[in-house]
Nanobody, 125 residues
Framework: VQLQASGGGLVQTGTSLRLSCVASGSTLRGYSVGWFRQTPGKEREFVGAIFRTGGTTVYADSLKGRFTISRDISRNTVYLQMNSLKPEDTAVYYC???????????????????WGQGTLVTVSS
């Protein structure tokens, strides 16, 4: 499966942005999809994920309540809705997918087989 992340841009503090992760080559129906972010010099950070079964979502504790993940199987797309953005949310955001990942490993980047190219989100203060 190939993943294409998009929707990033320059926004102001307090605003919202929705990122998209479009899959091609296979339906996302059988895949769990995770979102990660990374800033220069730092480790890739787990943002949240949606599990392949039942669409259960899980989020990094620090982002709960502001970020929401959803999916549209008909569009083969997973979304990351980001609200009340802060300058510290500035990062390159990546989506990743795996058909075999177990629920307890959703936050582990090495558990994903497929990665998109990343989309840059910049939040100005």
């Amino acid at each position: 499966v190939q993943l294409q992340a998009s929707g990033g841009g320059l926004v102001q503090t307090g605003t919202s942005l929705r990122l998209s992760c479009v899959a091609s080559g296979s339906t996302l129906r059988g895949y769990s999809v995770g979102w990660f972010r990374q800033t220069p010099g730092k480790e890739r950070e787990f943002v949240g994920a949606i599990f392949r079964t039942g669409g259960t979502t899980v989020y990094a504790d620090s982002l709960k309540g502001r970020f929401t993940i959803s999916r549209d199987i008909s569009r083969n797309t997973v979304y990351l809705q980001m609200n009340s953005l802060k300058p510290e949310d500035t990062a390159v955001y990546y989506c990743a997918a795996s058909s075999r990942i177990i629920y307890s490993s959703l936050g582990v980047s090495s558990s994903y087989n497929y990665w998109g190219q990343g989309t840059l989100v910049t939040v100005s203060s």
